[in-house]
């Protein structure tokens, strides 16, 4: 039976004393940044930069155009770059993707941008447009960058790649094309009618190219025709802000640290050149004819002289002082008749008006989770720190749940607190990305019904409380989200978003479950309860000709725990299979399939999710030689874990344990990926890894890229690093040497064995390599030239030097059968006598 309660507000007002609040995480804006919000106010125009990636847009641009032209700026990334490398942590695909999605958002925090996605999935690496497009489904993505157009009404739109070969990267060049025919589309009323009931048809003035020298094959050319592209200096100064353009581009592209993005900030004169595309051209500046003032509103040609007279009469030692001509602005604003400009300037004006108060508001719960149904417990602090009246006149709860009346006077610098009480809606869905709802693998996109949330970077907050004020007469509503607050020994006071979770979510021991025989392996089920005390059923559903036993287990959570474990009995079928196990919990008839993830770094919000509990079962056959595995780790490497499963002993060794002593009693030593780019200290430990190898032992050292690589070689010959790579997973694989020990033993590899690939085969091939490397396969993209240096292998003394640029962190983790049979042929080199 569902019980459905009131919402009950207890509400007591206290004054607190000598108590310190932060405005957020970002702090109360100080007067010289209120004044160039102000100056804000008075410019009416936009601007859409289009590229494919996190980390495409040209942020130095951004941050000129949105704070020295002050314009609405906002950045299109048409993926959230799943397909990426992570050079901070373990996570990839997805999970990669929630973190780069939050990098930008603090990027655009530093540069005054706004964030916008499509649904297209960063599959990967792609070397052409139509391979991509065909991947993504062109007409769907185009919709989206239609429908952000629409959304955002810019005046110009500005890409970053050109439409052709010279982007380098199918994302890229597609980005580019989808520009070009969004641009169209947006203003036909004919293209995608259906987003027409919430959004008007929108025509921009002009295309342009922001040219990158990084694409200019004719240098000559590109300086003898300079005078025909449109030029901008973002290098310029803003006292207001404390930094030059250079230096907030640097700060904002320095947030893409999951790509190792941290960037020199640049001072000085710095010219961006722009080529003509489509649309009207303009002669000399970008906003050429398009009227950025207060006059493109139907009776707004009065609304500049009033921020030219606050502008005049703002005093930088009392910004409160400029709130009475701020709100005669904001009722002029009100009068005005467009479903535009009136909705985003009056959110500015607010915006400006609380910061000029120094009102600060803030609404605080004791816990971070909450489930659906759970009675939630809010603290919310008001108070207005200047001379100004201000009245706290009611307070709308959380959820939509009942507005109840305050009617208290917000005196200088005396706080007031209020608490309340509301329950969870028991429809409230839970925290999870809403992209990320279906799981939809390597699909070229991700499944979003509701049209409302297409380009939007992330999920709503859940729980928002809207505090209604008189500000010397005027009505004014702000709507803060609920936070958790904690204070932290290091970092001091940190904020945290609200989560919505199940009451009960499992966790299965491990990602991927490997059998490398016809035997019964346990499975072990960890079962959470949010609230503490729980009782139910778990059961594990595992694919056709797969067992379990029991068929289900019984559980009960204690208040004191909060957690239990379970275990589960799986036996394979005879021959090889693959497929997933679903962990499922039944509590009083409801079923619940959702395991917890949490993404906890420094430079973003901890991000919580909730994916489906589940696991990969894989029976292969598969036969080791050796036992022990010295491990070097690079970046965002789950290797060892991978390893382990298949009942490895791994040992994660630093850069001081690499010495041939050391070293002498592991059967391989292993660099994970990117480890010399990664760990400048490890080029000076090659000697001693090369004389381990020398002795008798195996070095495995899987792919590096030719940047930020230190100088000397990467093995006892040289070889060279290029940028290519076979990005198609199921690429055509040719065994160039069938009598190589790396296909023969303990496993014998066929071409079966490179079924099942996920995204891609390998990158950063080498190339030149020494004649006495030994290849073993040979693949290439439809189209490319064949790459046979996917591994290299030597003999050194009595051991083995092996280099290989096969993409074995993706595939291991993924399960892939054929790649953990040829990962353990690398690693059993030599041990053919023992």
């Known amino acids: 039976m569902m019980l459905i309660r009131r919402l009950v507000f207890f509400i007591f007002l206290l004054p607190l004393a000598r108590v310190s609040f932060a405005q957020g995480s970002s702090g109360q804006p100080d007067a010289s940044r209120i004044f160039h919000r102000i100056e804000k106010l008075g410019v009416l125009g936009s601007v859409l930069y289009f590229a494919a990636h996190p980390d495409d847009e040209n942020t130095g641009f951004i941050a000129f155009m949105a704070n020295e032209r002050k314009l609405q700026t906002a950045y299109l990334s048409l993926t959230r770059g799943d397909g990426g490398q992570n050079l901070i942590g373990p996570e990839m695909r997805e999970l990669l993707g929630i973190i780069r999605t939050q990098e930008l958002l603090k990027a655009r925090g530093v540069d005054g941008g706004k964030q916008f996605f499509t649904r297209a999935n960063d599959f990967g690496y792609s070397k052409n447009p139509d391979e991509t497009l065909a991947v993504w489904d062109r007409e769907k993505v185009l919709a989206d960058a239609v429908w952000v157009i629409r959304k955002t009404r810019p005046d110009i739109i500005v890409t970053r790649f050109p439409p052709d070969e010279r982007a380098g990267h199918g994302h890229h060049t597609a980005s580019a094309l989808l520009a070009a025919e969004a641009f169209d589309a947006a203003g036909d009323p004919n293209r995608f009618p259906e987003q027409l009931s919430y959004v008007k048809t929108w025509q921009p003035k002009r295309l342009v190219w922001n040219i990158s020298m990084w694409f200019i094959r004719d240098r000559e050319a590109f300086v003898k025709n300079a005078a025909s592209y449109l030029k901008l200096d973002i290098g310029t100064f803003n006292p207001l802000l404390g930094a030059s353009y250079g230096e907030l581009a640097a700060t904002s592209r320095s947030m893409h640290k999951s790509q190792g993005f941290g960037t020199l900030a640049e001072r000085g004169t710095d010219v961006e050149y722009f080529e003509y595309v489509k649309g009207e051209k303009a002669q000399t500046d970008l906003m050429e004819g398009i009227n950025t003032g207060w006059e493109r509103v139907e009776g707004g040609e009065k609304i500049s002289d009033q921020i030219d007279a606050i502008k005049k009469g703002y005093d930088l030692r009392n910004p409160a002082a400029s709130v009475p001509a701020l709100l005669k602005l904001r009722s002029s604003i009100k009068n005005l008749q467009n479903d535009y400009w009136t909705p985003i300037k009056l959110g500015e004006v607010d915006e400006v008006i609380r910061e000029a108060l120094g009102l600060h508001l803030e609404a605080v719960v004791d816990h971070n989770l909450y489930t659906p149904g759970q009675e939630m417990k809010l603290s919310l602090s008001a108070i207005n720190r200047s001379d100004q009246p201000v009245s706290f006149e009611s307070v709308e709860g959380p959820f939509g749940l009942g507005n109840t009346a305050v009617d208290s006077t917000l005196r200088n610098n005396q706080p007031v607190s209020l608490e309340l009480k509301a329950p969870v809606p028991v429809s ?13 693998g390597y699909a070229g996109l991700f499944e979003v019904k509701d049209q409302l949330k297409i380009g939007l970077p992330e999920n709503a907050p859940p729980a928002e409380v809207a505090v209604h004020l008189s500000v010397a007469g005027e009505k004014i509503t702000y709507k803060i989200p609920v936070i958790f607050k904690k204070r932290d020994p290091v970092r001091g006071e940190v904020h945290e978003p609200v989560v919505i979770a199940p009451p009960v979510y499992t966790l299965l021991s491990d990602d991927v479950f490997m059998f490398r025989d016809g035997k019964a392996r346990q499975v072990r089920v960890t079962v959470t309860s949010v609230q503490g005390k729980a009782e139910g059923v778990v059961r594990l559903k595992v694919p056709d000709g797969w067992v379990v036993s029991p068929a289900s287990g019984r559980f009960r959570v204690a208040a004191e725990t909060g957690k239990t474990e379970l275990s589960f009995s799986v036996t394979p ?69 991978s390893l382990r499963e298949i009942g490895y002993q791994v040992t994660i060794l630093e850069d001081k344990d690499l010495d041939p002593n050391s070293l002498r009693k592991f059967d391989a030593v292993i660099l994970g990926v990117r480890a010399f780019n990664t760990r400048p200290a490890l080029a000076a430990r090659l000697p001693a890894l090369l004389a381990y190898a020398e002795a008798g032992g195996n070095i495995i050292v899987q792919y590096n890229t ?24 199921d690429a055509a694989v040719r065994i160039l040497d069938p009598n190589s020990p790396v296909l023969r033993f303990p496993n014998r590899i066929t071409a079966k064995d490179f079924d099942g690939w996920v995204q891609e085969r390998g990158l950063y091939f080498p190339q030149n390599w020494d004649k006495r490397y030994k290849t073993v396969i040979s693949s290439n993209d439809p189209g490319g030239a064949p790459l046979d240096g996917g591994i290299l292998y030597t003999q050194v003394g009595k051991g083995f030097y092996v280099y290989s640029s096969l993409s074995w962190f993706r595939e291991l983790p993924a399960g892939v059968p054929g790649a953990y049979r040829l990962f353990v042929n690398l690693i059993s080199l030599g041990k053919q006598a023992q």
């Open 428 to 440: 409230q869905p839970i925290s999870h990305p809403y992209w990320l709802n279906k799981d939809i």
């Open 573 to 641: 079928p005879a021959g090889e299979a693959h497929g997933e196990v679903v962990a499922e919990t039944e509590i009083n008839g409801q079923r619940y399939d959702r395991s917890m993830g949490v993404i906890a770094y420094e430079h973003i919000p901890r991000q919580v999710y909730f994916p489906q509990s589940k696991a990969r079962v894989v029976r292969l056959d598969l036969k080791i030689k050796g036992h022990t595995i010295g491990y070097v780790e690079g970046a965002g490497d789950a290797m060892p874990a």
């Open 706 to 729: 030719s940047s930020e690589l230190p100088a000397g070689a990467l093995g006892p010959y040289p070889f060279d690093l290029s940028r290519e790579r076979v990005s198609v997973e």
